[in-house]
């Protein structure tokens, strides 16, 4: 977790999670999102105040998990790489918001 305020918000809607309990508390595992969304000040996010906040957040998350050992560095940069997936998809300029590149279909979550 980082203390510090990313300016960016990322509200992931998803139909399933899971409580890992660990030594000092509880990780939740969240199920792939049936839709994404990315806010800064309130507003829909764009693509590159997500990649301005990842690029403020990335460095320090990976320092962390360093300390912990070379699975959770190799952990975390996979989970970064599945949620690139889901940034908002680029605009006729990078300053533009524009909707997540990935929703499931209602047909899908009907299945």
Not at 24 to 33: A, E, M, Q, T, V
Request: glycine share 8%; proline share 7%.
């Amino acid at each position: 977790m980082l203390l510090h305020n990313p300016g960016v918000a990322c509200v992931w809607i998803t139909r399933e999670f899971r409580l890992m309990p660990v030594d000092d508390g509880l990780l939740f595992h969240i199920g792939d999102p049936i839709d994404v969304r990315w806010l800064c000040q309130g507003k829909p996010a764009t693509r590159g105040e997500v990649i301005h906040a990842m690029d403020k957040g990335l460095p320090i998350l990976i320092d962390i998990a360093k300390e912990e050992s070379e699975e959770a560095v190799q952990a975390l940069l996979q989970a970064v790489n599945r949620m690139r997936q889901y940034l908002p998809v680029a605009g006729a300029k990078d300053d533009e918001p524009g909707p997540t590149r990935k929703r499931h279909s209602q047909r899908a979550d009907a299945a």
